[in-house]
């Protein structure tokens, strides 16, 4: 099985540099055979995409903020005309919430920022799932994974408005995994414990939360985005093919813990 995603076309949201989870994902699928499509957000980071994009023979860059209706049906538009209007796997790995929301109370998140983070972190999944259903429809079937974290199902301090949209995200997964059942498409999340990306960099205290869940996950480690794209190639894979609607903990085992 060192071709699990030979023939396969996918498309990545969610890649902004090299240490990005959606990077790991892609590096895992291209490396098992697949032909991917990436979206970036701004031209900031257009650069940076292109140059990972390009050694792995991607056909298609481009343009895709979340918040638009018109990225998103023109992004999917261009991913038709490059796959043959055939799509098998989408990774979306996109989230955001305003940084002054992640540090203080919860209780203070204005309401514009509380929908921003809705829109960028769950909305999102929504509809480009919509987007992307019948390209896989055409494709005879599909697979879609996402990226969530426990702070969508515990309080975790300072996580605060993005535990809000991740609940809302898992919630997605569940409804969307109802509606695409029958087009033979699925969809899953991974649920990720702390993992040293860009996003994550920039967050107060994060070494100390890396820190604590060493202590207290069972497998005391770190994680590191190349066991979540393993995960997240398992979902995207045949080998799960009759798994829809789930979340995969690569975290350690730290969601079990009581203490
Ligand atoms: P990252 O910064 O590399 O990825 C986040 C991506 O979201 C970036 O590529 C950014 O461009 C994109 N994005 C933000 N706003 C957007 C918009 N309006 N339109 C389009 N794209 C937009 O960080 P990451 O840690 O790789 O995060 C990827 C996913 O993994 C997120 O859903 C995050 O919540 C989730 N996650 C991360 C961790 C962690 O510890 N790093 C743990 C669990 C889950
Ligand atoms: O989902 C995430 C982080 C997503 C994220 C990160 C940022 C930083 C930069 C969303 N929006 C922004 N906005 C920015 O301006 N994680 C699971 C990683 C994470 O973030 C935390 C965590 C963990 C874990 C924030 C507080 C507490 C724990």
Redesign the pocket.
Known sequence: MSSPFAGKRGLV?????K????WAIAEELAGGGATLAF????ER?EKAVRGLAEPVGSPLVTE????SDEDIARAFSEVGEVFDGQLDLLVH????AAAEDLEGRFADTPRDRFWLALD??AY?LVACARAAEPLMEAAGGGSIM????LGGERAVPHYNV?GVA?AALDSCVQYLAWDLGRKEIRINAV??????????RSIPRFGTMEEIVNERAPLHRP?A?ADVAQAAAYLLSDASQNVTATTLYVDAGYHAMGM
Do not use: E
């Open positions: 949201l969610g890649v902004a540099n240490r990005s989870i959606a979206t970036y957000q701004g980071i895709c903020d979340v918040r790995s996109v989230a955001f960028v972190s999102s996402t990226m969530t974290y993005m991740k649920s990720a414990g702390p993992v040293r990306t860009l996003a994550a994680i985005a």
